[in-house]
């Protein structure tokens, strides 16, 4: 998997969709921001979270979206890979199998931060 390419790819999507679309694309990317916004878990926790669930639900575009916002919220290398082994608890050998695709985000996203 190439992270930043399925981060893009998704976007491109959403930008596709919006010129047919507007209103849809809108609601959804606002949906994704209110739920990702700091409540009573932080926007961190709330990313890890959701790299455990896209890693249980086998998505690779969510799991480089997810991945890249987590480490943008300050989470660590060990603090993602944590949530995705607790997703392979949940999700078992295929779950696990995904974990792959966290390492691969990381190691994409971590060297363009450290820049």
């Given at each position: ?13 959403m ?38 669930i ?5 998505c ?39 974990i ?16």
């Amino acid at each position: 998997m190439d992270a930043q390419k399925s981060v893009n790819d998704f976007m491109n999507t959403m930008k596709e969709l919006a010129k047919t679309d507007k209103a849809y694309v809108d609601a959804f990317m606002n949906f994704f921001k209110e739920a990702e916004k700091p409540g009573a878990l932080s926007a961190k926790e709330k990313a890890l979270i959701a790299v455990a669930i896209a890693v249980s639900e086998r998505c690779s575009y969510c799991i480089a979206i997810h991945t890249k916002n987590a480490l943008d919220a300050g989470a660590t290398r060990e603090e993602i890979l944590e949530a995705a082994k607790v997703a392979g608890l949940m999700g078992g050998g295929p779950a696990l199998a995904y974990i792959t695709l966290v390492l691969e985000a990381l190691d994409a996203f971590e060297v363009k931060q450290d820049k």
